[in-house]
Structures are given as C-alpha cells and as structure tokens.
C-alpha cells in the first residue's frame, strides 16, 4: 500500500473541492416533494362520481389517506392506478 502525504494547504484545498462538489449536487437535485390530490380533484381528475371514488377505495384499488372527514391521494398512487388498469391495444394493422 503506498501512503500519499499532503500538506496542510493541499489538504484543505482537497476538502474545499470535495465540499463545493457536495453543495453542487445537493442544488442540482432538489428533493422531489409528493403531490397530494384532495377528494375533489380527484373526481375531476378521474371523472368519476364520489360513490365510485368510495367504491374503489372500499375494494381496495386505490391507495388513499384520511384526515378527519378528508380524503387525499398520492398523485404517484392515482398514476399506478390508472396503469394497472390500462389495456394494451390489441388491433392489428
């Protein structure tokens, strides 16, 4: 194993090169934040009924959360849900 023997200078200028490469990484990518869709925009979004909505939630296909009376889905879950349900098309040409 060889050693590498640095002075103090080289040292700290290593570590401002790793630091300023650290900070740069952090700002290029920003933490993605989930978006929460409310019981309304989801019927909108869907353009379902609040029964239907009630339904899927009662079967169990569609993830949700619940806050008192409110309703709220991950935009991530509605997303899955739709491409679970999705059919490939099957014509021919």
Same mark, same amino acid.
């Given at each position: 194993?060889? &050693? ?6 080289? $040292?700290?200028?290593?570590?401002? =090169?790793?630091?300023?490469?650290? *900070? ?9 934040? #989930? ?6 925009? $989801?019927? #909108? ?13 009662? #079967?169990? =296909?569609?993830? $949700?959360?619940?806050?008192?009376? =409110? ?5 991530? *879950?509605? #997303? ?7 059919? &490939? &098309? $099957?014509?021919?040409?």
């Amino acid at each position: 194993m060889e &050693a590498i023997i640095l002075s103090k200078d080289q $040292f700290n200028q290593l570590i401002a =090169k790793i630091d300023d490469i650290q *900070d740069r990484l952090i700002n290029s990518n920003p933490r993605k934040t #989930e978006t929460y869709l409310n019981n309304k925009q $989801f019927l #909108e979004m869907l353009d379902v009924s609040l029964r239907t909505a009630q339904t899927w939630r009662d #079967e169990g =296909k569609i993830s $949700f959360s619940q806050v008192g009376n =409110k309703i709220y889905y991950k935009l991530s *879950d509605v #997303e899955k849900f739709i491409q679970d349900y999705r059919n &490939a &098309a $099957f014509a021919k040409r």
